[in-house]
């Protein structure tokens, strides 16, 4: 079976400072992950997808992930936050014909 | 640009009332998901179907079904709404297997 555990249910950040989203699953077979955003009022966007050929994966608005097999991590980052990125934010597992959403994050970015 | 339509954004029922949310894709999309999204559980897979005539349970399936008579159109229904199905529905489809996913806008379905 398959699961997804997004290790902080709200990240609060600084405007023009790191963002950090923890992101571990668990799956029998190599899986395909993907985060997805939900900004507020508007549908869940792609950000990245991760395909097995590189471990760092770069998405839209600056963001990247790292897939760790080692670690069953699949954290997402961005260097520097912007007010835009105020957001909910899902990780998402994809195996056996089924996509397994995690509870989601709620990112804060402060002026 | 790639559009999945889900035909209501509210909609309030009694609790008892059999309810109908449509979704309609227009990319030819073989696959076709039902989300419902809770705050704090993340979205949960209630059915899918990744051909016409073809459906099969999500997590959550109890008290649910479907219907998809034609490839860009899949229905959830609710056979006898209970206030415990209050949420947000959310319909996306893909392309192949494991390929990103379209999401409709969501329909917030309140059972009073």
């Known amino acids: 079976a398959q699961s997804v555990t997004q290790l902080d249910s709200h990240v609060s950040v600084s405007e023009g400072t790191p963002v950090l989203l923890r992101c571990n699953y668990s799956?029998?077979?190599?899986?395909?992950l993907f985060w997805y955003v939900q900004h507020p009022n508007k549908g869940l966007q792609l950000l990245l997808k991760?395909?097995?050929?590189?471990?760092l994966v770069k998405g839209i608005n600056g963001f990247e992930a790292e897939f760790k097999k080692s670690e069953t991590s699949f954290h997402l980052t961005k260097p520097s936050a912007h007010m835009s990125d105020a957001a909910e934010y899902f990780c998402?597992?994809?195996?056996?014909?089924?996509?397994?959403f995690g509870a989601g994050t709620q990112v804060v970015v402060t002026p | 640009d790639v559009k999945v339509t889900q035909s209501s954004r509210y909609l309030v029922k009694r609790t008892g009332e059999k309810v109908f949310l449509e979704c309609v894709q227009d990319?030819?999309?073989?696959?076709m998901f039902w989300y419902r999204q809770d705050p704090g559980l993340g979205l949960r897979l209630i059915y899918f179907?990744?051909?016409?005539?073809?459906?099969e349970k999500g997590d959550i399936p109890e008290g649910y079904s479907v219907s998809r008579e034609k490839k860009e159109r899949f229905s959830l229904i609710l056979e006898s709404a209970s206030t415990n199905q209050t949420s947000m529905y959310l319909c996306?489809?893909?392309?192949?297997?494991?390929?990103?996913?379209?999401f409709g806008s969501g329909t917030q379905l309140s059972v009073l």
């Open positions: 990319m030819d999309h073989e696959n």
């Open positions: 998402v597992v994809f195996s056996w014909g089924k996509f397994q």
């Open positions: 996306a489809s893909s392309l192949d297997w494991d390929e990103k996913l379209f």
């Open positions: 799956s029998s077979y190599s899986p395909s």
């Open positions: 179907s990744y051909d016409v005539k073809m459906k």
């Open positions: 991760y395909t097995s050929a590189a471990t």
